[in-house]
């Protein structure tokens, strides 16, 4: 009974897939989507009195700048990140790429004592310091039969040392992921215009990453900043067009369940794919503004994997939130209702095959 779900979600996975592969040009076709759709509510505005188009325009501007521009003028005063060095195999490595690694992992290090959301202790982090620079005295002078042992021991402190340090950002982070994400879901979920669902998620979106990169303390370079965008522009045209498809799928719902669970099926499905994009745009801005990996061709794909495999654990449990909240909270559907809806549509966010690379990656 899932599979019309199932066909639903490879849609739109393909959908991301393909915003991937035309790249950047996304970011410019938001854009002129977006014009498009200010022009035709001024339009609609300025038919009845000319005065209303234009105040509309000076609102949607102010709003704009407030919502939007706001946020990402505050990511972009975040301090970038340090550019992790990439590691070449451990047959062709040597003592020299451990020195320059170790010197990325002491400035990345220093870097969590200056920023105002870690709440470390800073004795802990001049212990790791000091560990950090013996290991590089050792690498300087290691020949090529010590680079193997002294590589567990680096990625011993990584493991043990620094990635415990990270722990309480990387709590911070997924809260703010699945509040922003619940948000927008319940939203898009309520709102009865597309227009309207686009201009949330640009602008929950772009909080969110700005948030992500202020609790980390840095920004993706040029090049993963312009990613965010597209990720966030590809969601946002996605989310205007959502309610065409959803209704569909209430549709298709409704003869399988019920007409009850069929006029749910729609905007609770619009607002649910929503949070889950949310949820997934935000792993991806953690992965990249936590900045600890080498980002080469490798590294993207495991990163691109471990956020899906962070935003499917949490999926099942924002969806349920979102179904709860606007169904029992706002709507007083019944809970079987709910329940029912909630089975019908577990088969869409199920995660992606082995083997196959997660749209967006």
Not at 176 to 194: D, F, H, K, L
Not at 216 to 245: K, N
Not at 253 to 269: D, I
Not at 284 to 295: G, I
């Amino acid at each position: 009974m899932a599979a019309p779900l199932q066909d639903f979600g490879r849609v739109m996975r393909a959908l991301f897939r393909f915003a991937r592969y035309i790249s950047f040009g996304i970011i410019g076709l938001m854009i002129v989507f977006l014009a498009f759709r200010v022009a035709e509510v001024y339009r609609f505005f300025a038919d009845i009195e000319p005065w209303l188009g234009t105040a509309f325009l000076v609102v949607f501007g102010l709003l704009l700048v407030l919502l939007v521009g706001r946020p990402v003028y505050r990511f972009l005063k975040v301090p970038a990140a340090l550019k992790p060095p990439p590691l070449p195999p451990m047959e062709e490595r040597r003592g020299r790429d451990l020195v320059r690694h170790l010197a990325f992992v002491e400035g990345y290090l220093a870097a969590l004592v200056k920023n105002p959301e870690w709440e470390g202790a800073p004795a802990e982090v001049e212990a790791a310091i000091e560990r950090c620079r013996a290991l590089r005295e050792e690498a300087a002078h290691a020949g090529r039969e010590a680079v193997a042992a002294l590589s567990d021991r680096v990625g011993e402190l990584e493991r043990d040392t620094v990635q415990r340090l990270l722990e309480p950002l990387d709590r911070k982070v997924r809260t703010v992921i699945r509040q922003e994400a619940v948000g927008v879901g319940i939203a898009t979920a309520v709102s009865w215009n597309g227009t309207i669902d686009a201009f949330i998620v640009l602008w929950r979106n772009c909080n969110l990453v700005s948030r992500v990169a202020r609790i980390y303390y840095g920004r993706p370079g040029v090049r993963g900043t312009l990613a965010i965008l597209r990720d966030v522009s590809a969601a946002t045209i996605a989310g205007a067009y959502l309610q065409d498809l959803t209704e569909a799928a209430g549709g298709a719902l409704g003869g399988l369940f019920g007409k009850t669970v069929g006029a749910l099926g729609g905007p609770l499905l619009d607002g649910a794919v929503n949070g889950v994009v949310t949820l997934r745009i935000g792993y991806m801005a953690k992965a990249r503004c936590r900045s600890f990996s080498a980002w080469n061709e490798a590294g993207r794909v495991e990163a691109a994997r471990d956020a899906f495999k962070e935003a499917g654990a949490f999926s099942k449990d924002v969806v349920t939130e979102i179904f709860k909240t606007v169904g029992t909270g706002l709507w007083k559907i019944p809970g079987k209702a709910i329940g029912k809806l909630g089975d019908a549509l577990g088969g869409f966010f199920k995660k992606p095959e082995e083997g196959v690379e997660p749209a967006g990656a």
